[in-house]
């Protein structure tokens, strides 16, 4: 999928919503586990009812590789499904991989080309020849890590660093390097909403990328904020909303709750975006 | 497995190889191809043909996740097959995994919990957060990135921090702050061969944890250099060899070959051993 083909998406759901489906078989509703496959059915469920509503799905991967080869068969399905029924969904694997770049290849293999989704987070430890493999990917999109959402992010991520004789937040330096790479419009960025001062200096590196925002809703971050100093010209956020739309009702009715849920965020997004396009 | 089991079996064994099961379909011989699950038989033989030798195991994830739901039943026979039949062995999960806690706790259950591995690598840059879930597992143990062997290593983790007024690499910082988290001393460390000058530094930091050590062979690292550095009281690395090993030959003699490949390394590991303890 183009970045394009996003954006136009966008304008015509009046949408930036992306959903994530961290499904946890502790919290989905009881009357799901009888059936064969309760993670897949209750995704199913979420993305019929949402589809119009939402730009993205998110799978978060770690939710389905704690159930083994049954969460891998159940993410399979998933994102078998929207593909099918849904091509104009960008689907994001939340897979957070990177390793040395022969071992990177063969994670973008397995995101794109087996489960073939249109993106995968990627974490920038490593550097640029563990990142670069993703970004060979035409109309793939790589959505690596910056500042992200947990408390955790203030170790290391915030720290000041010396690099040309200037100081500067490593995260900001993970951008400005990040956009020497091979590829690097296929860039998109991790930032975390808990954070929204930061996102008009994080603009000030990256005016035009879009950026994945993680942290609105149950994490604490506020919608508004963030596109106040977040949003571009061809709005360039992906806002995820995870637990406060799938887990809005725990029985029967899960769906049409989450659909509700998903309604809310989305008419906030419409009002935002006809203020700004 | 605790630590000093750890130690025991290099002492018996004198030997603190790990060999990398990094497992590529196009780099196996052909006549596997022929049989339903080359992968699983590939790592079978090279296991029964190396298992006195070396210490642990050490599956590339991405390797697997490669070949979709077929590669992670590969990597479940192939854990099970070395927890069923070599139980003194060392497993590593190599899956550069971390995210926010809720999410890391998920990654934790699908390594430790279902596929039953010793230890999982995981990458620093989310921070405490994304790594004490991995950390509360008793007798599991957590490997990790500080000084990765890529060339990307440079790109961000010998970049100079400012932390208390003192100046130091980023990875320094990685490993001074990582000491603090709870249950640190699950903890180890991949630190890459092909910087064998930045051991005695790491070791003033961490005199007493595990490093594992790739880059060793296929990427230019010198055991005998990583060792004067790197060795402590108790032994303290884990060396790691992948493609020099169990790529040695592409044809009907590759464990042999594999053997005779894993029992050079052996030998000079004997060697400094013998001159060490």
């Known amino acids: 999928m183009t970045t394009q083909q996003i954006i136009e998406q966008i304008k015509f759901k009046k949408s930036f ?4 489906l961290d499904v946890d078989l502790e919290k989905i509703p009881t009357h799901l586990l009888q059936v064969e496959d309760p993670i897949f059915e209750f995704n199913k469920a ?9 730009v993205a799905y998110k799978p978060n991967i770690a939710f389905y590789e704690a159930y083994g080869i ?9 994102i078998n499904y929207i593909n099918e029924k849904y091509p104009e969904i960008f689907t994001i694997a939340d897979a957070k991989r990177g390793d040395i770049g022969n071992t990177s290849s063969m994670y973008a293999k397995a995101f794109f080309e ?12 490593m550097g640029k020849d563990s990142v ?22 203030f170790d290391f991520q915030t720290l000041l660093v010396n690099k040309d004789q200037q ?25 975390g909403a808990t954070k929204a001062e930061y996102f008009a200096e994080i603009r000030k590196i990256i005016p035009d990328s879009f950026l994945l ?3 609105v809703g149950a994490q604490g971050g506020s919608l508004a904020e963030v596109c106040k100093y977040g949003l571009n010209s061809n709005i360039g956020l992906l806002i995820n909303s995870s637990r406060a739309i799938i887990y809005a009702s ?21 009002v935002i975006l006809q203020a700004n396009l």
Chains 1, 2 share one sequence.
């Open 17 to 20: 919503l992306t959903i994530g």
């Open 132 to 153: 670069e493999p993703f970004l060979a990917f035409e109309n793939k999109h790589t959505i690596m890590l910056a500042l992200t959402s947990n408390d955790g992010a």
């Open 70 to 78: 049954k969460g891998w068969i159940s993410l399979k399905k998933t």
């Open 114 to 125: 087996d489960l073939q989704f249109d993106s995968v987070t990627v974490a920038p430890y």
């Open 250 to 270: 725990n029985r029967t009715d899960f769906a049409k709750k989450a659909r509700e849920e998903a309604l809310k965020i989305k008419q906030k997004m419409e």
């Open 213 to 215: 925002v993680p942290g």
């Open 167 to 191: 100081e500067k937040e490593l995260y900001k330096e993970v951008l400005e390097t990040s956009k020497k790479w091979k590829n690097s419009e296929n860039l998109m960025y991790v930032v």
């Open 46 to 54: 979420i993305i019929d009812a949402t589809h119009d509503l939402a």
